[in-house]
């Protein structure tokens, strides 16, 4: 779960730093031929030194790997791109197949696909800090029970301590799961949850553009928060029902609809609800834990 967890969360400020990088490179390409794409790659990783494979999944086909570019530290994340549909004509007429076993009507081969039915989706992070080594280094998982006391003594000066925002729009979570602090200054926090609902979050107005850039109707979709979140700022996830997305498993997810009712039959639900959740073994939070004795 932590791989695939990892895979989904790299932040949009890397993902701007890969883009600004790979515009460096084209600059740099003193080629002057069309196709860019292949220097700015080769641009990118050509000076790329391995240290180690921080994990990797066979069944997700993903590998995240430690070293460096030039003298900074980097982690590139190598993914099989999926098969599409519309390129299947193309991938049995252009492929090679080389024969591996053949059992009665069962047969094995190694297919070769054309180059560019066969590319390799490449995530850079460079410079990368010692919190990106470890948000994609293989870890163990351990599953935190923790009561609305646990949340009052122990999670929420935790968060406080780290100088996570808790401004607006930000969740405090479970003493209230969905108590919202407001104002710029201010950390009081609502206690009149009325104006948490579906309307609040426009949930209607995503469901609708989904439905039209994906012909997705809301039915097909699961729509569910996270506790414990990768960031403390209210977000909803909206993924296709059906996609084994990471961390939409029942120890971290939790469906929209269900939140909002149990909000709606007691606004103090949560503040008193014992919630459970899994911690990695190398997060400040569950050190946490174990020195209180709740682990």
Not at 27 to 40: H, I
Not at 196 to 210: G, N, Y
Not at 238 to 247: E, H, I, N
């Amino acid at each position: 779960m932590a791989t695939v967890a990892a895979k989904r969360e790299i932040s949009s400020a890397e993902n701007d730093e890969l883009s600004r990088e790979a515009k460096r490179a084209k600059a740099d390409d003193k080629n002057g031929e069309e196709g860019g794409n292949e220097s700015e790659w080769e641009n990118v990783l050509s000076t790329f030194t391995a240290s180690s494979v921080l994990s990797d999944s066979a069944r997700e086909k993903i590998m995240f790997v430690h070293g460096k570019i030039a003298d900074h530290d980097a982690v590139v994340v190598l993914e099989k791109t999926p098969i599409r549909e519309d390129s299947l004509a193309e991938l049995f007429r252009g492929s090679k197949l080389r024969l591996e076993l053949r059992n009665d009507i069962y047969s094995s081969y190694r297919l070769q696909a054309p180059p560019h039915l066969n590319e390799i989706k490449t995530t850079v992070v460079c410079p990368a800090t010692e919190k990106h080594v470890k948000k994609y280094k293989r870890q163990e998982s351990f599953l935190v029970e923790e009561t609305g006391e646990d949340y009052r003594s122990i999670t929420l000066p935790y968060i406080q301590e780290q100088s996570l925002s808790l401004q607006a729009s930000v969740l405090n979570l479970p003493s209230s799961l969905f108590r919202f602090t407001v104002g710029s200054k201010s950390n009081e926090l609502i206690s009149d949850l009325k104006q948490f609902s579906t309307k609040t979050l426009m949930v209607s107005l995503i469901q609708e553009a989904i439905l039209q850039r994906y012909n997705l109707p809301a039915s097909k979709l699961r729509v569910y928060l996270h506790y414990q979140p990768s960031y403390y700022h209210l977000h909803v996830h909206f993924t296709k029902l059906g996609y084994d997305a990471p961390g939409c498993g029942v120890e971290r997810a939790h469906l929209l609809s269900d939140v909002i009712q149990n909000l709606q039959t007691d606004p103090q639900f949560y503040k008193s609800r014992t919630l459970h959740f899994p911690l990695r073994a190398d997060d400040g939070l569950l050190r946490r834990f174990k020195e209180a004795g709740r682990l």
